[in-house]
């Protein structure tokens, strides 16, 4: 039987007599289905997203597309997808409670997941391109990669556990397969699907000819195909993160792999810093402030990211790697082998977030920090300073020392007329 025989993409008009079959879900909403008000309101590339209004209740279900929405049927994706997301929700809420949304029901053969619905909070990256500051933002960020990253991993697992989640994650072909392709390779050369600013060309050219680059990046790739550190969000940018002034969860994390740990923390910087870089053209008066907060919060973030990070070393650390046996219970610190660990996971990160400030202005699928300015004559340059510090990023990670130094960079690369 294939994976699409019974499976039914719900609509507005359909979704309700569904639901109103689950007798959990139908309880939670509460009334009578014909007063349930449904909305869809997915803007992301893949998937369709319903907002649910009951009696008592909203909610917010979560179906797979058999192909990716942004590009249409010519591009066909599997639905297991869903199967993937939800697992990754699960581990997500045990690792780091309350981040993100609360699963209700999960329903396989319509690769559909029904969660909570996160409100009063928006989607992070519309703050970030309205000027929106949002109080514990690098805090809760740095918990989540920490705590995810750290209780996901053989320092914290058992190490059957954690083989035989990878085993589990390791179906996910498709969804990674994008990723090595979308993120990886295509800002590299000009594949099919590729697109950038008109203007460009001149940086654009001078990427695609660094051979040194290109293998920087192709060495990353190899490190994030085969490296299974821990269980990734996958794609951990500002439009998975919603919050209010005050407030913030993750979602969306059906792009979820085994991946060094460095991945998720890695891109989230590349999308604080896109975020940064396209200010000029979102800000008047207050643009040097709202820009220098979101300095702040890329260098708080990681910070927290660390701090959190050495925090479970000492007080969770009860997996197969760098067992206590070998350390304290030998009366040996085990602090130089933490600092060094976290040194190699800066240097991941680093080169993540070097390539995924590439493909963002480069390949498929580009961001709305940028996307949303009109004139291309205003957004080329800011473009390119994205793309030259990507490029330093990647090229000289080595030598970028902690996240003060990064900041530092990117106050650099704000001030250059590079086009
Ligand atoms: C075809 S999917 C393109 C992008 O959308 C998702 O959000 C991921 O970022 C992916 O790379
Ligand atoms: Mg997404």
Redesign the pocket.
Known sequence: MSEHSQYTPFSTESLPGYLAGVAAIADRLGGDQSAWKVREVGD???NLVFIVDGEIETIIVKQALPY?R??GDSWPLPLYRAFFEYHALIRQEARDPGSVPEVFHFDETNALIAMEFIKPHLILRHKLIRGERVEGLATFLGNFCARTAFRGSELSMKSADKKADVGLFAGNVEIPA??EA??FTDPYYDAEMNHHTDGLDPVVAQLRGNTELKACAQRMLMKFASNTETMAHG?L?SGSIMSTDSDSRVIDPE?VQYAPIGFDIGMLTANFLMAYFSQPAHRGAELDDYQEWILSVIADCYQQFEAEFIHLWKTERTGMLYPKSLFEDQGHSSEAACKALLKDIWIDALAICGIEMHRRTLS??HNADFESIEDVTVRAPLEARNLMMGAEIILKAETIADPTALVAMARDFNKRDIL
């Open positions: 992301g590339n893949l990716v942004l590009v994008i990723t979308l993120v794609d940018h792009f498929l699928a």
